[in-house]
Each structure stands twice: as structure tokens, then as C-alpha cells.
């Protein structure tokens, strides 16, 4: 999507050769109207799909997510983090490995809102090793329903995450797909 | 707001006599449609204010303050919780005392994105104790710039929080209020 490239290439920050910081549009501060357009994107790439519900995370998939399902018309839960693996009966755990932060977390999702027989579209804000999108899968997977897509804002192609995805049949969905990151520059896929 | 009182009276659950769970359509699962007119409508009560931010906290207000920033064309931040105080030079804190959990959080945001001499309206899923919504405008002090009012989507007037920030000469603009919870029951204010 050219409008998330330009935001990109103007606002990005490349930290090294695999982090990109782009917390002035997506992470931390937050542009509405993108948000609004990348929503908009994911209900057109998906809306053959049957979709009946989104799947996020928190915190910075929300934004897209809500905006995805304010077109799609359906519901969106988000998926907590939490440190430990303590879970209540009532929640689907599954554990996520953060590469960047170098730490294990537990994603939660209560069981009442995710039931079985959905047609769910995970979306996320970036996809690198592909550990927190396996892991919304896998939550899924549990509650005896069907991933119809993977929807991602930024991927970094470069990063095991998307071979990962189509290798266990999920279909993946990018709106942006990085090659490389070069002297602080993007090249895109 | 009659849509969302109407929503707390089917879906929330009183679970004793301070805690009201609405995640079936706020906290957890979220209504996108429920959240665009709820953002609709701060847009609406803080049309003439000039603001030119929105600053929310992570997780639960991203939603309604995004859909408010776009309806208000303005950029949302939005403050991250962390366990500790440790937080690095480029960051405003503020200290959240959650009764709730009874624990302390810190909330930070990135100078960058809080300049100063802002117009920032603040918004947050729940008013109570006021603890969230005095630290996010505790950082817009310490930033320079200027609150120009506190959107709400869930007061619990019988609680502390709106008197305090009143006190602090605050306008607070909640979308519903609560008087009390009597029997497993609501009643608004």
C-alpha cells in the first residue's frame, strides 16, 4: 500500500539491521486516518472471506484491528499479554517469544469470546519471526475455530515469520514488505 | 449516551460493589461501531476546544480515542504502563496507582510525541478513582501544554475520581455515569 510506504520512508527509523521504529504513525503515537485506510484495505483483501471475527493483539494492533472491523462489520477481540503462564480456566493461553525484547509472554484470550465454528482474520502490526501470529493461530486453533487469513501492517520479509505462516498453510495478507534495511534505508519487497 | 447505556444495561456485569466488566464490547472484545460513535460523540462535545492531540493510555482506550481522533483529525498517543520507574531521558512519567489491582504502574510517553503547547484531550475507558486520568495530565504538565478536557466513556460517580479532577479544575465529559450498583443492577446517574 503506497500511502504506509511513504509514511515509511519519511517517518521510519531504522535502528539496526532489523528493527525498524515506526512509533510516530503505529506504536506509540497513532494516525487515525491510516489507520482507517489500512482497515479499509484489510476488509477489501478479506471480504470474500466470511470473516466473523479479528483477532489482535495489544497494544499497537487495535487500531488498525478496529478500523478493520468497523468495515467488515464484526467484532475484534484483543489478545492480553501477560508474564507469567498463571491463566484461569476460562482463557486460551498460548506462549509468544518476543526476539526483540528477548522474553517469553503469554498471550490470553477469555474463551466466552472466542467460540468455536469462527471464521476469524488475525491482524497484527508487524510480522518478524512470526512468533505472535502462531501464537493468535494457536489460540484459535484451541477454540476449535478457523484462521481465514493473516493480516499484517509491516513485514519484514527478510525475517523467518512470513515462510513460517505459509508453511503451515496460513495465508498472510502484508500491506507493506520490507527486503532490507541498507545504511538506514528500506528497501522494500 | 443511550446506545451505551443500553449496552452496559444487556452486556455488563456487576461483578461487586465497585467493579463493572464490559468486556464484551470495551475491554477485551471490542464493538467498532459501538467505538466510532462513542468517538463521534467526544468529537462532538470538544469540537470548538482547538485540540490538537489525544493522549489515552494502553490497552482499552486506543480504540475510542482513535475513532475520536479521526473524527477531530488529530494524532492519538498513547502511554505505555510499565512495572518499574526505570524510564530513559526521552520520557515523561507519571506514577498510576491501580486500586483495582493494587499495584503501581508507571506510564510514560515519548517527549517527542507530547511537544509543548498542545491542546490535548484525554480519553479513557473508565473514571474511578481518577488515577489514570491525573497521570496522562500529569505528562501534558511536565510536556508544557495544555489539557483541554478528560472524555470518559464509563464514570462510576459513587467513586472518587470525578470530584478530584474537577477539584483540579479539570472538564470531564463522561459518556455515561453510574450512580450505583445496587443488587447486580446499574443505575446511572
Redesign the interface.
Given at each position: 500500500m503506497q500511502l504506509l510506504k511513504d509514511r515509511i520512508i519519511a517517518e521510519g527509523r531504522v535502528l539496526n539491521s532489523s528493527i525498524l521504529k515506526v512509533?510516530?504513525?503505529l506504536n506509540?503515537?497513532?494516525?487515525?486516518?491510516l489507520?482507517?485506510v489500512m482497515g479499509e484495505e484489510f476488509a477489501k483483501r478479506f471480504k470474500t472471506d466470511g470473516v466473523t471475527k479479528i483477532l489482535t493483539i495489544?497494544?499497537s494492533g487495535?487500531?488498525v484491528a478496529?478500523?478493520a472491523?468497523?468495515a467488515l462489520?464484526?467484532?475484534?477481540?484483543?489478545a492480553?499479554k501477560k508474564k507469567s503462564s498463571a491463566t484461569v480456566e476460562e482463557t486460551y493461553a498460548a506462549k509468544v517469544y518476543s526476539f526483540t525484547k528477548a522474553e517469553t509472554n503469554y498471550i490470553t484470550?477469555?474463551k466466552?469470546?472466542m467460540p468455536s465454528n469462527e471464521r476469524v482474520l488475525i491482524i497484527d502490526d508487524f510480522l518478524a519471526n512470526g512468533e505472535a501470529a502462531l501464537g493468535l493461530a494457536e489460540i484459535v486453533r484451541q477454540a476449535g475455530s478457523t484462521v481465514v487469513g493473516i493480516g499484517i501492517v509491516i513485514e519484514k520479509a527478510f525475517q523467518p515469520g512470513a515462510k513460517k505462516l505459509a508453511d503451515a498453510g496460513y495465508r498472510v495478507e502484508s500491506l507493506a514488505r520490507i527486503a532490507s534495511f541498507e545504511n538506514n534505508k528500506v528497501n522494500f519487497a
Open positions: 512509533d510516530s504513525f506509540h503515537q497513532i494516525d487515525p486516518f489507520m482507517k495489544e497494544a487495535i487500531a478496529v478500523m472491523g468497523l462489520n464484526v467484532p475484534v477481540v484483543f492480553r484470550v477469555a466466552h469470546f
